[in-house]
């Protein structure tokens, strides 16, 4: 299994002796928020527990998740606890199957625990993290702690009255902070995504506390929990960049396009760029659209390459008002990105139709959509990968 921010790891086994369990992620609640928030933690390589309160995990249709890693590894267990083959379709779940598969998944696993029917009875710090105290007389003890279950009783328990579930935003362009989004989130009629700098609350290290409905929000949750338990540190030092590309990893979109798929061969790539911004989405009734298959015109890319990039405002001066064809794009990355126009071409040709999956011929004239200029630039300048930007979305330089 692919790994970014988690290098290199031992595998710890949860400790439950004399009624004590060790754990580096514990997430209360058993709504959808709460299963992505544990899966994402699963996946991204630490010891979580989740604590239901209740007879199991109360989900909404996983499968509206589009291949997103959170409903990738349900279905991956799913079939293994069916034993169905990939040829087999999995039949249609409810609340009872649904448990039926993460209980199986728990039992078999030391690094995925879900205890259900039992409630809490304190909460508190201990050192840089919690212990909590169940009815049946366990403690549990863990590094950081995902709060999705909103309730006033929750808060009373932590002795906390002044924090609220993180809010969503609705999607704009009038500032940066949308470069800072580690989940797109499609609410009726509003596009929305969560800003890492929103999970993350004042002065409460290591809690992280979101609402019960939305995979996303949980997954984004589940990953930024991970980073502060697997280095150690506080979540207010949450790395920005490798959460987003953990969570990329994973097939968690961060903006929220309607109209690309996450098995389209170049999602990763449309993600990465309109992040940056270098490309935007167009407002359309209500939904967010990248327009992918729509040509690039050299008015759009300018300032924000030039934004990015020092060299672009020489490339741009030497290349007035040209068309965005491969030749000119060639001739872009190539400049900004200290390459060989010649090597990048022969590259390119190569991989045009196997590997990025376009269904143009390889042609220097050819005006460039957007999704063939976002390949291009993801490809050759990488910026979201290697230019970093604050928790506002200023860039880095």
Not at 34 to 51: E, G, K, P
Request: aromatic share 10%; hydrophobic share 45%.
């Amino acid at each position: 299994m692919k790994r970014l921010f988690f290098i290199s790891l031992l595998l710890f086994p949860f400790l439950i002796q004399a009624q004590n369990i060790k754990t580096d992620v514990l997430v209360i609640g058993n709504g959808n928020a709460a299963f992505a928030a544990v899966v994402q933690a699963n996946l991204s390589s630490v010891n979580v527990t989740a604590l239901t309160q209740s007879d199991g995990f109360k989900l909404d249709d996983l499968f509206t998740l589009d291949e997103n890693g959170t409903s990738i590894a349900f279905v991956k267990q799913a079939r293994k606890s069916l034993k169905l083959p990939d040829s087999v379709a999995l039949p249609p779940f409810n609340f009872q199957m649904s448990n039926v598969v993460i209980n199986k998944w728990s039992d078999s696993s030391t690094t995925f625990k879900v205890i259900n029917n039992i409630s809490y009875t304190e909460i508190k710090r201990a050192g840089s993290g919690w212990k909590i105290k169940l009815s049946n007389g366990t403690d549990i003890k863990a590094k950081v702690l995902v709060l999705a279950e909103p309730s006033d009783n929750l808060l009373k328990v932590l002795k906390i009255d002044a924090i609220k579930p993180a809010e969503v935003n609705a999607f704009s362009y009038g500032d940066n902070l949308y470069r800072t989004s580690i989940a797109g989130v499609n609410k009726t009629n509003q596009p929305s995504f969560l800003p890492l700098s929103n999970l993350l609350i004042p002065n409460q290290e290591n809690l992280i506390y979101i609402p019960t409905d939305y995979f996303e929000v949980g997954q984004a949750a589940g990953a930024t929990a991970s980073y502060a338990a697997f280095f150690n540190t506080k979540t207010s030092l949450s790395n920005l960049k490798k959460i987003q590309i953990e969570l990329l990893t994973y097939k968690c979109a961060l903006l929220p396009f309607e109209d690309i798929r996450v098995t389209d061969s170049n999602w990763l790539a449309i993600q990465k760029v309109a992040t940056t911004g270098l490309l935007k989405g167009e407002f359309k009734n209500g939904k967010l659209l990248f327009n992918p298959d729509e040509l690039v015109t050299y008015n759009e890319i300018k300032q924000p390459l030039k934004d990015y990039y020092y060299k672009a405002q020489i490339w741009f001066d030497d290349h007035v008002d040209v068309p965005i064809n491969l030749e000119n794009s060639i001739s872009l990355v190539a400049a900004l990105g200290n390459k060989s126009p010649e090597a990048t071409k022969l590259a390119l040709e190569k991989d045009w139709l196997k590997v990025y999956g376009f269904k143009s011929n390889f042609d220097m004239k050819k005006l460039l959509t957007r999704r063939e200029f976002s390949a291009l630039v993801s490809v050759y300048l990488n910026p979201f990968d290697f230019i970093q930007v604050d928790r506002t979305g200023r860039i880095l330089r």
